[in-house]
T-cell receptor, first 114, second 112 residues
Framework: DSGVTQTPKHLITATGQRVTLRCSPRSGDLSVYWYQQSLDQGLQFLIQYYNGEERAKGNILERFSAQQFPDLHSELNLSSLELGDSALYFC?????????????FGSGTRLTVV | GQNIDQPTEMTATEGAIVQINCTYQTSGFNGLFWYQQHAGEAPTFLSYNVLDGLEEKGRFSSFLSRSKGYSYLLLKELQMKDSASYLCAVRDGNQAGTALIFGKGTTLSVSS
């Protein structure tokens, strides 16, 4: 157990729908990062939050949004889903001990859009 | 922008040594990380380099040359369980945040 918890593990939904992915960071970590991993693209950085505020944006589509709550858990909202959004979505967290532990990843949510 | 290059695939035999190279071009630099990822699983942290030189951790070592934009991961005494994808990631110091930018990964196959 890495200490980063992601739910759900699997999600199957239809095109045009909206889903919410949830992430609880490792205890004490203030930064949360969302990544998308598809077969041909590798791990793509989507967005980062630090202590409740958006810190950096990567290749995140306008149909996607995220937020980090006061208890530091984060949610990634994906709307108007398309077949191409099928991928593994990872959340990672980091804190002061990153030299020893790096950025810690959750086990991911596998999203299948049908 | 950022560009991180790694070989797509490598093969090796049990007990051997393998070196996985990574070259990067970023507007800033604030650390390089190596991760191991088995298919369908989460990436797991292997090593971190921010200064030039070699960092050793058991069977795994990582080297960094900032002036050359180059790193390698060295795996010794290979075992079958080392068959996985190895991801090089750079933290771009000029970014407003501190997100890691990943290369596409090197798939290592270890055979007996």
């Amino acid at each position: 157990d890495s200490g980063v918890t992601q739910t759900p593990k699997h999600l199957i939904t239809a095109t045009g729908q909206r889903v919410t992915l949830r992430c609880s960071p490792r205890s004490g970590d203030l930064s949360v990062y969302w990544y998308q991993q598809s077969l041909d693209q590798g791990l793509q950085f989507l967005i980062q939050y630090y202590n409740g505020e958006e810190r950096a944006k990567g290749n995140i589509l306008e149909r996607f949004s995220a937020q980090q709550f006061p208890d530091l858990h984060s949610e990634l909202n994906l709307s108007s889903l398309e077949l191409g959004d099928s991928a593994l979505y990872f959340c990672a967290s980091s804190g002061k001990s990153e030299a020893n532990y790096g950025y810690t990843f959750g086990s991911g949510t596998r999203l299948t859009v049908v | 922008g950022q560009n991180i290059d790694q070989p797509t695939e490598m093969t090796a035999t049990e007990g051997a040594i393998v070196q996985i190279n990574c070259t990067y071009q970023t507007s800033g630099f604030n650390g390089l990380f190596w991760y191991q990822q088995h298919a369908g699983e989460a990436p797991t942290f292997l090593s971190y380099n921010v200064l030039d030189g070699l960092e050793e951790k058991g069977r795994f070592s990582s080297f960094l040359s900032r002036s050359k934009g180059y790193s390698y991961l060295l795996l010794k005494e290979l075992q079958m369980k080392d068959s996985a994808s190895y991801l090089c990631a750079v933290r771009d110091g000029n970014q407003a945040g501190t997100a890691l930018i990943f290369g596409k990964g090197t798939t290592l196959s270890v055979s007996s």
